[in-house]
């Protein structure tokens, strides 16, 4: 079966129809810039291209970089604060005309790698991070997840972690992969003095380059490993979320 997948980012807003059996697309990914100021409607109005570039006619999945219950998005830490309690599925799916479910981003990316990638099989508990623009996270135990923990706003030093240990955090401070390891590093201590996963799944772009820092990372219980999926995590997950 094919449902569509959209992952709504900083920079890009992507989608494929996905396959969900193989947990990979089913076509070539479509991906359009986001708009910047990044409100609601302009935002709508870009999924809607990437949508309709494919003559999509059945659910869709779309992420969002923010805490989301019952379709309304209640955080926005990264993107335009209008999205604060906004019905946003009600506004893809009036813009699209479609069915629409919404995920948190980092929530998106754990499912597809809890059944496709990176944590298949773990039934302990699982701690996925993306590290990007702000810090991601997605947490299960028995294959289930706990949705919208924001692990990323967890204080470190007086300071939002994701301010400190994001890979957007590196880029603004110009740090070294050993100081910016140090910075992870010291993270996920505090993430397992809370959680004591079996797990870390570390996600985001910056997973690409996980032989640069992993290595540094010293000091940590559990297993640590880079995400499989990479950059189509997000739009599988956002299409495996219209499961239910
Ligand atoms: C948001 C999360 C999101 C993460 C990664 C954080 O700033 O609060 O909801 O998952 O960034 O995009």
Not at 105 to 113: K, P, T, Y
Not at 190 to 202: A, T, W
Request: aromatic fraction near 6%; proline fraction near 5%; charged fraction near 20%.
């Amino acid at each position: 079966m094919n449902v569509f997948g959209v992952d709504i980012g900083g920079s890009g807003i992507k989608g494929a129809p996905v396959d969900l059996e193989r947990g990979d697309l089913a076509q070539e990914r479509c991906k359009v810039l986001t708009p910047h100021p990044a409100k609601p409607d302009a935002v709508a109005a870009s999924v809607k291209d990437v949508v309709g570039r494919f003559g999509w006619s059945g659910p869709v999945g779309v992420t969002f970089p923010g805490v989301i219950t019952g379709g309304v998005t209640r955080t926005a830490a990264n993107v335009d604060e209008s999205w604060i309690g906004l019905d946003a599925a009600a506004l893809f799916s009036d813009a699209l005309g479609l069915p629409v479910t919404l995920i948190n981003d980092a929530d998106a990316a754990g499912i597809a790698e809890m059944s496709f990638g990176a944590g298949r099989g773990h039934d302990g508990t699982v701690v996925l991070l993306t590290f990007g623009t702000g810090i991601g996270s997605a947490v299960f135990t028995g294959g289930r997840l706990l949705p919208n923990t924001e692990l990323g706003h967890l204080e470190l030093h007086g300071h939002d972690a994701e301010k400190r240990a994001s890979s957007k955090a590196k880029e603004d401070h110009d740090l070294s992969w050993k100081h910016w390891a140090a910075r992870v590093e010291e993270y996920l201590a505090h993430v397992e003095m809370l959680f004591s996963p079996d797990l870390f799944v570390i996600g985001g772009g910056v997973s690409r380059k996980a032989d640069k820092f992993l290595p540094l990372i010293n000091g940590i219980r559990a297993q640590i490993v880079p995400a499989q999926l990479q950059n189509n995590a997000g739009i599988v997950g956002a299409a495996m979320a219209c499961l239910g």
